[in-house]
């Protein structure tokens, strides 16, 4: 296993790199948040399996992390569905795998998906992780684009939550913002100018096309989504993860509330658009090979 680029008293990182390659090479427990988005699926024959990893004691399991560490990849019942992209779930287990040792105990996962697969990555969370473990499934609702006309139009994404271990985790409702209430005068003054917490639907924007925020990446998650997560779920100093960052809103978002933040992405245009982003608050690595790094 290769030397990691990362350090826990280092300076925040942005990394071109296969996070199948990279992930394996942080330390186990090192983040105390992972938000991560990764490509949505969009419908092909593809197999799934419930799955969880454990700590193999005799160095003889099936997978190895951070300093030769071993564990056993426990494989249930085998599924079959009639969806797309054929090996959408074997692409994303490894990662989530990886994802539950990166956490540290009182850490917390939050994947973004959207309807066509959150049902099945719902399985697949409780397998790895435990049922115990589940969080919330947060609704971020908005109202853009095109509207059907044969069914009811699709205007939200699904975030699915877990902490490592639910006696232990972290969440800070005194440092999210706060939401005006529906119908005010029903609470108190002092209600009314406080608001109130967000409930696990979340109405808000998506990031306007003429805003100042705009970046240009296809898929830029809004700034304030992202940071209700970041204050909700780590402190100040924490290290947080994005090893699906696009934009790098994980890491904009983490700078401004004084967290520190890794962002992982193979995609050439997605680090430029971070360079531009990030400049000055984040050192670069560069971990892909010459002829793999994508074309412009």
Known sequence: MTDTVWAPDGSNLVVHADNAAFLPTLPDGAFTLIY??????????QRRQETRMV?????????????????????????????????????????????????????????????????????????????ECFLNEIIWAYDYGARARNRWPTKHDNILVYVKNPAKYH?????????????PGLVTEAKRKKGKLPTDVWWHTIVSPTGKEKTGYPTQKPEGLVRRIVSASSRPGDWCLDFFAGSGTLGAVAGKLGRRFVCVDQNAPAIEIMRTRLDGKAEFAELLPVEQVPAD
């Open 36 to 45: 991560v988005d990764p490509p949505f699926n969009t419908g092909r024959v």
């Open 55 to 131: 700590r193999n004691s005799d160095g003889e399991g099936d997978r190895f992390g951070f300093k030769g560490r071993s564990y056993d990849t426990i494989k249930g019942a085998l599924h079959s569905y009639d969806d797309a992209f054929s090996d959408y779930w074997s692409f994303l287990e490894p990662r989530l795998l990886e994802a539950w040792r990166l956490l540290s105990d009182d850490g917390t996962l939050y994947l973004h998906l959207d309807y066509r697969e959150v049902h099945y990555a719902k399985v697949m969370l409780d397998a790895i992780f435990g049922r």
């Open 171 to 183: 969440f800070d409702n005194d440092e999210v913002d706060r939401e005006p209430y529906m119908a």
